[in-house]
């Protein structure tokens, strides 16, 4: 049958036979539900002669084209499937080249729904969406089968990104309400595919045409607008041509002109804000171009300098004049010129950026336009390109080692504040948490006032959801790291700040949270105030404690962690210092320098800095512990408390005192009462036994073994109870332990009193074993 049509249409090619009545009957056949249906089950392939009977003359394909592109046959589902498949056939590639001459036709479809033939004709009753898809899929695969006549059609391009961009557009494909006008918003009420695949395909078109025309940051700047994921699709093409082509394989020209193009678009945007009297339709197009400026400085701008930043030194990304001098003779001579008179783009945008930015919202009625509202995308883009630029390209704000802040410096910490006192700014929690973290960014780049670092701490303490919020807890850490670094003053003015708000005021329990969890982040740096921290932290444990309150026992972790943590890194300390010094005296011979040395070991172990705990304050920790250990906490504080119980118990640090807290747990209170008293106490005797068995079977062999040799009087104790359960789980515990430190050498003498009881039970199990 498909010989028999070729041969046909050969034949009627060769007389030149273009009756009108033979291409309908041929659309027609082609258009018939079975022989789509054939086609798509590889029956038979109709479709291969006619396409290339089409694509052998010009004349055939336009008529063709104009057949499937007219109003009447557009409604028709199954011609616009046959069409399509025409397009996307093997043999289609001559007859997809008369698709240059219909450019105008479809960017009307899409544009104007009207075909232009003669008059006005409306496409009617053709649903938009469907309209949309069947037109971009045409486009698609006429873009990949000629890329470079794609790449060089600039009036396609501007058209695609004037689409990307209408309202037309936003108000029905994209997921966020834009408040678009009736006309220009269908009525959906359920999922369809083309609400996924028609933004897929306009954003492939756009990409593929910047990869041939990298200059074109209009196009970059359009396709944020989809950014984050603002439609049914997932973004991932849009997402992957960012992280896999432009940050990591653009040149530091491309990503300067980059930043450029940026810093011109958001003086634009500032230059023209919409005034009060104006429509609303401005004022929502100007928030509008403020969220793709943001978007574009958050998902374009900061991460390709960030990678530039990285790899290259800031004064090669950021300056100019750098690329003027590759490949020349005597580049040294060079370069000392062009660092003279290069311009550094770090000042740029100090200058041109950040100080519109805070101008804005500290005195809007200035040059820089009228007050109006700044959206908070925008605002994370500022202040995250600020943030980058104080951790990787300091020295271009302010010159280090000097104590007086330079302007920009001022500028760029001034830019923070309207973020934090909602003066002409949109602000949401995470928007104030980014300028918190430039500002925790300033001090470790720079030395500042302390009383600014007490303001900022003040401030972080009382986020509520500090724990959820991971740019606060930078900024959090940041004043830690930046205080501890200093050590003066402010480093123990910090520490009065901590206790203060840990022990005097009123008991803020998500102050005393938020505290207690940057201690536990920055355990080391608070290590030299151990012992003045110590007793407040025990306070404040013990009170949340007994408060019974919801929700705080990732506090009580915070402060359990902090506490084994100081004791775990005093051990550490001691035993590294006194190995140095033993050291160095098994390797001199000078008997009066060996005397120095013990009398230093002596006097080590006197020091305030590595004293052990106190004993009461010991007490109450093991207290703690043994409490949370009986109240089962669930899967995942579990785990967390199962990694603070496992370090606590090491021989150095609280393992003593825990034992004796679970020696008077595992016994009998008073022995001379009845049996039926004394049974009521050893059915959670044996809970308890259970439970720390469970705990010690992933613990450190060398901590079981010392569990083992604190624990003996309770081993005796049971045997004492003659209670068969009781007798029977601590033989079982014993057993269970035994078996993991098997390869432990064991001292006779010191468990003597555990082989005695081991000898006592089965001897008893023996005489009893009838019975």
Known sequence: MVEHLLAFLNFCRKIEYKDDALFNDLFSMLSSKRILAMFELGEIDLFSPAVIFLGSDPECSMKANNFFL??????????????????CHPDGQHFLTSIKHCQQILIDLIKLRVLKSGSFERAAEIEPMTLDEFVFKILTKFAATFPNWFARNKKLAEFLRQFLLSDYFRGNYLLQDFCIGKNDRLRLTNFRLALANVPDLVTNLLINYFTYNPKKYEILLALCSLLPQMTFADNGSLKRFISNFIVPRTTLLWRRNLLKFAMSKFVTVFNNFPKPSDSEEIICRQNDCQLYLGNFFLYIVVPCFSYALERFRARQVFNCEYDKIIGKQKWKKHQLHASKNSTDLVVVFCQNVLRRFQQHFQNPQVEYGPPATIRPELSHGILQMAILLLQRASSHIHKPGSKKQSEHLQTMMQSAWGSLTQTGIYVDRWLRSVAYFLLSNVMNAFYIKRDIVYQLFDC????????????????????????????????????????EALTVDGFNVTKVGNVLFMLANNYEAFFPARGTLLPSVVFVLVRIQNSRQINVMNFIFDGLETIVGWEDLRTKKFNLIKDNLIRSANASQDPNLQRRIQNQIANLTRSPNFLAADRVLSDTISMLLCRIMANHPETERGKRFLAIFHKAIQPRLFCRVICLRFEKLLTIRDPSQGQQQIGAQIQPIINTLKILSSFLVSAAPDSIYHCLLYLQPVFAGSLKSQNINFMEAAVNFIAKLLEIIKELPVNEQKFGLLFQTLIQYFSWAGDNFIS
């Open 70 to 87: 007219s109003p009447v046959n557009l409604k028709d589902e199954l011609k616009r499937k046959a069409y399509l498949t025409l397009i």
């Open 460 to 499: 972080l303490i009382l986020l509520p959801d500090i724990r959820e919020n991971p740019i606060a807890q930078k900024a959090l850490d940041g004043i830690a790291t930046h205080s501890a670094r200093r050590r003066d003053e402010c480093y123990q003015g910090l520490v009065d700040k901590i206790k």
